[in-house]
């Protein structure tokens, strides 16, 4: 199985509220809600469900999350720009997100966030559980 697969199995059993193996556009809408800190609409959580359901069950599986990422990596302008936005966050320097360099950027952009609020958010993206966002784990955030 390739890694690609084993990252999108991740991040299908994290949005996969009820473990059915899919996405819908309820648990699609509820964790975006969490991570964001506002609810996405019903309607635009189920169009975004619609434009990258491959089989038109009206559900997310791991083949289209494999498919979405599949096509986005020959863009090389976008990985490019995400890049420089992971840059511009990983503001000490090290390869990598921490609560203190979110809470920085935050703060620079006028958000004001507690060091366990900026735990909770990095948690929600943080795939192998090591406390930080490394560049994958942001790709797969910003997707």
């Given at each position: 199985m390739s890694k690609l697969y084993l990252e999108m199995e991740h991040v299908l059993q994290?949005?996969?509220?009820n473990g059915d193996?899919?996405?819908?556009?309820?648990?699609?809408?509820?964790?975006?809600?969490?991570?964001v800190?506002?609810?996405?609409?019903?309607?635009?959580?189920?169009e975004a469900v619609e434009s990258l359901d491959l089989d038109g069950d009206g559900f997310?599986?791991?083949?289209?999350?494999?498919h979405l990422m599949e096509s986005t990596d020959g863009e090389e302008e976008k990985l490019e720009d995400l890049r420089r936005a992971f840059g511009i966050y990983d503001m000490e320097g090290i390869g990598f997100i921490t609560?203190?360099?979110l809470k920085m950027m935050l703060s620079r952009l006028g958000e004001s966030k507690s060091i366990d609020e900026c735990k909770a958010m990095i948690n929600y993206f943080d795939l192998n559980g090591d406390g930080v966002l490394s560049f994958d784990e942001f790709r797969i955030m910003m997707q």
């Open positions: 994290y949005f996969d509220e193996g899919k996405i819908s556009p309820s648990e699609l809408r509820n964790r975006l809600g969490v991570v800190g506002e609810e996405l609409p019903l309607k635009e959580a189920e997310l599986g791991l083949d289209d999350l494999v609560p203190k360099s």
